[in-house]
């Protein structure tokens, strides 16, 4: 490695300073400039978040890796370097897992990283993250090249603190502090994280952090399994109340009389069983916010109550007259379309237009392209954690699979396919490997609902066929374009080449269609 060469890598970066760039973008430019520097087959950006590894970005990894948060105390690799205040390279014998094997990018064999090195980042003279390296050839890299990875690491924390910083001007300006709270909040509770990359699920976390910051009655919307109840904790993490409870309750899981007696409380001998005063859900919801999930299955005479003490904020506990003052946020959840409940007399239409003054429609999995397999990544760590696997991947056919998919489940079913398959696929094995692998066939996904689709071929979504023909021609056009222009990135060029059209003939058409 020459002074001149090095020197080479660098200025870009250098040059990258005072530019603005988005983060993911930075972040790319960073790991390129690194793999032209210290060649080899997959690098990653990780930051540390507690006890965990967070992914901000990959270059030689699938892209499940994005999805993963890897607990520093179960990979020892992590933890040495780390613990380390330079660059670290593993004996190419060593026998530490590494958190990579098996997932390295377009890699269909068992194949295990075989040379590793890493150097962790430090910021204010804080441990910040880690910068990896790895290469299926066990002799990659060279003692000598921890110096220039120690000079691209310095490098790498300037370009991370610029990034950050710019993060924070660019929140302070436009005022949204409630974005990185949701991120905090989220980023605190591992298991209830927000992960997505997709234009859905950014439009939906940026609607989060607008109406985060209000004090609105939100009614979320959206399909079984698309998270409603992630959504409500993201919005409370983002409102001023955030340091007060959220408490929350399904409508659907209780009777009318008991379902009163949780909203609002009730005093001895109001019923059979009322040996106590207790207080209800209001109640303890004063000063944070109550999510009332599965809100359409209230019955006319609930939501009657229910609406005098939205309006007045007063409230009497069942079996006692005395009026009780709170102080509450309403966060509401349905699959029903209560619009139309109304209209068939079923809802109240004064219950329905106050739970609505800010609808959030939660977008279904199918329409949110590849965050799919950043969500698959992320469950796939949890259950490799879980059966203590060194690693759990998926082949190239699965992720196929399960991209093309319609998920009538969404989030819900795709946690509880992967965790199923798991399991069997490990039952399958005679001796316990050191990568497990999930094809297709682990996944068993209902017939009929996959379609196989290589890189080149076009996943054509579902449409509707209801309506005029011209009606839904266009419907299939605008789910076409959008499909491919999400495998794209949004890139109008590429996605134009793979429907075979003139760039500009594709425009004219997106333009027709309303779509831009």
Sequence with gaps: MTAKSLLTALLPLVSDLSRELPEGERYRRLLEAMRALLPCDAAALLRLDGEWLVPLAVDGLSTDTLGRRFKVSEHPRFEALLSSHGPTRFAADSDLPDPYDGLVDGL????????????????????????????????????????????????????????????????????????????????????????????????????????????????????????????????????????????????????????????????????????????????????????????????????????????????????????????????????????????????????????????????????RGRDVLLLSGFFLEQNRSRMGLNSLRLNSDAQAALMAYNWPGNVRELEHLIGRSALKALGNCKDRPKILSLSAADLDLPTGRVEVVTEQAVASPAVSVSGDLREATENYQRQLISACLERHHNNWASAARELGLDRANLGRMAKRLGMK
């Design 108 to 367: 269909d064999d068992h194949l295990e990283v075989h040379d590793c090195m890493g150097c962790p980042l430090f910021i204010d003279e804080r441990p910040w993250g880690l910068l990896t390296l790895d290469a299926l050839d066990p002799e990659q890299f060279e003692p000598i090249e921890l110096d220039a990875l120690q000079a691209f690491a310095s490098l790498a924390a300037a370009t991370v603190n610029a990034a950050e910083r710019i993060e924070r001007l660019a929140n302070r300006v436009e005022d949204e502090h409630q974005r990185a709270e949701v991120y905090r909040q989220a980023s605190g509770q591992q298991d209830r994280e927000m992960i997505g990359q997709s234009k859905a699920h950014k439009r939906l976390v940026e609607e989060i952090s607008l109406v985060g910051g209000s004090d609105l009655t939100v009614l979320i919307t959206g399909e079984t399994g698309v998270g409603k109840e992630l959504v409500a904790q993201a919005i409370h993490a983002a409102s001023a109340r955030a340091d007060k409870p959220i408490i929350s309750l399904n409508c659907a899981a209780l009777p009318d009389t008991l379902v009163e007696s949780e909203l609002f409380g009730h005093v001895r001998g109001a019923f059979t069983g009322a040996t106590n005063d207790r207080r209800g859900k209001f109640e303890l919801a004063n000063g944070g916010t109550l999510f009332l999930d599965e809100v359409g299955e209230l019955s006319l005479t609930v939501q009657a109550k229910l609406l005098r003490v939205l309006q007045s904020g007063q409230l009497q506990r069942l079996g006692s007259d005395k009026e009780h003052q709170v102080d509450v946020r309403l966060i509401a959840a349905t699959n029903r379309d209560l619009a139309e409940e109304v209209r068939n007399g079923r809802y109240r239409a004064d219950f329905y237009h106050r739970l609505s003054v800010y609808p959030l429609l939660v977008p279904a999995l199918r329409d």
